[in-house]
C-alpha cells in the first residue's frame, strides 16, 4: 500500500497527491534509513560495551587464571550469543519475598536473567547467598537495597508520601557499610513498631490478629511488612486475598496503614552517595504527584528512575527522566507470591541503550567505592570480614577486585599501582582472617 492510507473502498485519500509528495516521500524514506543505520550502529556498539562488562574487559587475556574472577565477573569460557537479560528489582525472604535468595537466583536463570539485582527491602542480608548461588549459573549479582523514606515537601508538610529509593552497589558492596548499616537497621526496627500499629488499627476495625502469627509469617529476624501483615489477614478470613488486603485496608494512607522509622527520602539519596551506589527512584508511577518528588530528589542526586514496566507503559515517566537527565531503568519487583497480577523475572525489557548507559554511569562510582574499600581494608586488614561479606574468595584480595573492574588504563595508574602494592602480599583464609600483611 506504500506510504500512503487508502480509504475503504480502495480509492486514495481526497488530500492524496500521485506525484507531487513522491520527491519529499523519496527523502523521507532516505532519512529514516540513515536513522535506521545510526540506530543500529548505537545498539551494536552498546552491545558490545554491555558483554564486554559481562563477560570481561576486553583488554585482558582470554584465559584469566581462576584466583583472578571477581564476584561480577563471568568467565568467558561460559560465553554465549543470547542476549544479557538484566533484572534491576527483585525481593526473597530476606525482607517481604517469599524466595530464599538462591531460590530467587535459580528461577531468575529459568528465566533467562544473566544479571540480577537483589534489592530487598532495608536489609543486604540476602547477598552473600545470592552471589554464592549465581556462580554455578554464571550469572552476576549486584548488591542492592530498598531503602524505605519519606518525602515531604517544604511548602507544604501535609502531603508527604512514602517512597522507596533503590541503591545499586559494586561487587564489594557499599563503601562505609557501617553507616549504611546503622541507618538500614534504624529502619527495620521501625518496621516491628509500624507493624504493631497496623494490628491496632486493624483490631479497631474488628480484624483483630496476633503478633506472633505476623512475626511466624514473617521469619526469625526478618522484619515485617505489609505483606507479612496481609498474609495474617488472608489466613485468619478477614480478605480473601493479597490484593484486596492492600486495596481495602493496607495501601498508603490507607485504614490500617502506619508509619515506621523511614529516612527522609533526600536524605537516603544523599546516603547512597556516600556509599558508593546508584540510586534510583523506584516505582514513581505510583505517588501521587512524581514530577515533585523527582525533581527534589535530583537536586540530592538522584541518579536514575524506574520508567520501563512489564506491562509496557511507560506513564509519561520517560519526558521526566530526560528533563531531568535521569537515567531510564526497571525491573519486575518481583516477590513471587504467584497469581496473575504479579510480574515475573526478567520481563521488564530493558534496552541494551538503557543498559549501557546505566553502566557508564555506574562503573566510575563502583570503581570509587572499590577503592574505599580496599584501602580501608589495608589500614586495617583485621577487619577483613566486612570486606568480604560480599565477596567469598579465600585468597589474593586484590587481583580479584582490581582484574575486571578496572579498564587497563585505570589499572596502571600511579595510585593504583601503589594498592596493588600496599595489598599485594595481604592473604585471608578462608574465615577472612589475614595471615600475611605487608608494612604493618
Not at 528512575?305 to 531503568?329: P, Q, T
Not at 570503581?367 to 584501602?375: H, K, N
Request: glycine content about 8%; aromatic content about 6%.
Amino acid at each position: 500500500m506504500g506510504d500512503h492510507v487508502m480509504s475503504r473502498d480502495g480509492a486514495p485519500p481526497p488530500n492524496y497527491s500521485s506525484t507531487a509528495d513522491v520527491g519529499d516521500k523519496k527523502k523521507k524514506r532516505k532519512k529514516k534509513k540513515k536513522k535506521g543505520k545510526k540506530t543500529s550502529a548505537e545498539q551494536a556498539s552498546a552491545t558490545k560495551y554491555v558483554k564486554d562488562w559481562f563477560y570481561a574487559d576486553s583488554t585482558l587475556p582470554s584465559s584469566p587464571p581462576s584466583s583472578c574472577l571477581a564476584d561480577f565477573e563471568v568467565p568467558k569460557s561460559v560465553w554465549c550469543p543470547e542476549p544479557i537479560v538484566f533484572e534491576l528489582h527483585s525481593h526473597s525472604i530476606c525482607s517481604d519475598g517469599f524466595l530464599s535468595p538462591s531460590a530467587l537466583v535459580e528461577r531468575a536463570h529459568r528465566k533467562g536473567v544473566k544479571v540480577l539485582a537483589l534489592t530487598d527491602h532495608d536489609t543486604m542480608a540476602g547477598i552473600p547467598e545470592a552471589i554464592e548461588a549465581a556462580r554455578k549459573y554464571g550469572m552476576r549479582i549486584i548488591p542492592g537495597v530498598e531503602i524505605s523514606a519519606m518525602f515531604s515537601p517544604r511548602e507544604d508538610s501535609g502531603t508527604e508520601e512514602p517512597v522507596h529509593i533503590l541503591a545499586y552497589y559494586g561487587s564489594c558492596g557499599p563503601s562505609r557499610f557501617e553507616e549504611l548499616e546503622k541507618c538500614l537497621a534504624n529502619i527495620r526496627d521501625g518496621r516491628y513498631m509500624r507493624a504493631k500499629d497496623m494490628l491496632l488499627k486493624l483490631k479497631n476495625l474488628k480484624m483483630p490478629l496476633k503478633w506472633e502469627h505476623v512475626a511466624r509469617i514473617a521469619g526469625n529476624g526478618v522484619a515485617p511488612g505489609r505483606v507479612h501483615v496481609a498474609r495474617a489477614m488472608v489466613e485468619a478470613g478477614h480478605v480473601e486475598n493479597l490484593k484486596q488486603a492492600f486495596s481495602r485496608y493496607l495501601y498508603d494512607g490507607g485504614p490500617a496503614y502506619a508509619t515506621g522509622n523511614e529516612l527522609l527520602a533526600e536524605e537516603a539519596v544523599q546516603l547512597i552517595h556516600r556509599t558508593g551506589g546508584i540510586a534510583a527512584l523506584a516505582h514513581p508511577w505510583a505517588l501521587k504527584n512524581p514530577g515533585a518528588v523527582i525533581k527534589s530528589l535530583k537536586g540530592s542526586g538522584l541518579h536514575a528512575i524506574e520508567v520501563y514496566r512489564s506491562d509496557g507503559k511507560l506513564a509519561g515517566l520517560g519526558d521526566l527522566a530526560d528533563l531531568h537527565g535521569l537515567v531510564k531503568l526497571g525491573g519486575s519487583d518481583f516477590h513471587g507470591r504467584g497469581g496473575h497480577d504479579e510480574s515475573d523475572l526478567g520481563t521488564v525489557n530493558l534496552s541494551v541503550l538503557a543498559v549501557q548507559e546505566f553502566l557508564k554511569l555506574a562503573r566510575p562510582i563502583w570503581c570509587d567505592a572499590l577503592r574505599d574499600v580496599l584501602l580501608s581494608f589495608a589500614e586495617e586488614p583485621s577487619e577483613s570480614s566486612k570486606f568480604k561479606k560480599f565477596r567469598n574468595h579465600e585468597k589474593d584480595v586484590v587481583s580479584p577486585s582490581l582484574c575486571f573492574w578496572l579498564t587497563d588504563e585505570e589499572r596502571q595508574t600511579v595510585e593504583m599501582e601503589a594498592m596493588r602494592l600496599k595489598l599485594s602480599h595481604t592473604v585471608v583464609n578462608e574465615r577472612g582472617i589475614p595471615i600475611s600483611v605487608i608494612g604493618k
